[in-house]
């Protein structure tokens, strides 16, 4: 039987050994199963095994992680990155049999969401805790919202479905604030968010991203090119769609 923290290295370390190459420009996850990948990642640019790596992060826990390690960041403004990159990998909350997923428990999703959608390629890596037949009935769906829009945007949510909550902050009085200075409400979809909503999941994506005050929803219906599974008895499956 793996450990948690060595499950998470299996898969960390293997999406960066199968599907990173020089010259690459890379999107960062947040989260402690993305820990590993930055490590690795680390690991072969120190040795030369990688090298000409445009890496950027998706939260300010991703960007010091790289920086303490002595590793350039970029925004995806900046003129070398141009906002396009050619892979992502992150972790994920859930992951459904259709790809779908939920992202944010690091209340990261906003970024995470910038940069995976704009990624060619998207490898998703967990363990097999993740793996889902519903999103968002065991694990909240987290939703950025504008401080001003929160009363109006939890209306909004339960009246479609959800059960609402604000998320708090720990060793800190108040709510959490996102890095982008907002608030999160996480719902929680009874039958999970297809059942509670009437809705698929892109189309739950659609709907709560357009509320008014919303920022971004961790819903993330975009399609993955893989996803690493660290199973229990510590191998690793990589699970692939079926091709349209
Ligand atoms: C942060 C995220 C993370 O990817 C997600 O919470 C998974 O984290 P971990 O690998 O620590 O379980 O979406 O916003």
Known sequence: M????????LVGYGVIDQVVQSGQKIGMGTGSTAFYAMERIAEKLNTGELTDIKIVPTSFQTTTELQNRGIQVYSMNDPQIGGQLDLAIDGADEVDPDFCLVKGGGAAHFLEKLVEYNARD??????ESKLVDHLGEAFAVPVEVIPEGRTTVFRLLEQLGAQVELRQAVKKAGPVVT??????????????VQKATGLSVASAEARIQSMVGVLEVGLFSRGVNAVYVGRNNGSVDVLLPQKP
Request: glycine share 18%.
């Open 179 to 192: 890095d982008n200075g907002n608030f999160i409400l996480d719902a929680r979809f009874p039958g999970g």
């Open 2 to 9: 793996g450990s948690t923290g060595n499950i998470k290295q």
């Open 122 to 127: 998207f490898y998703v890596i967990i363990d």
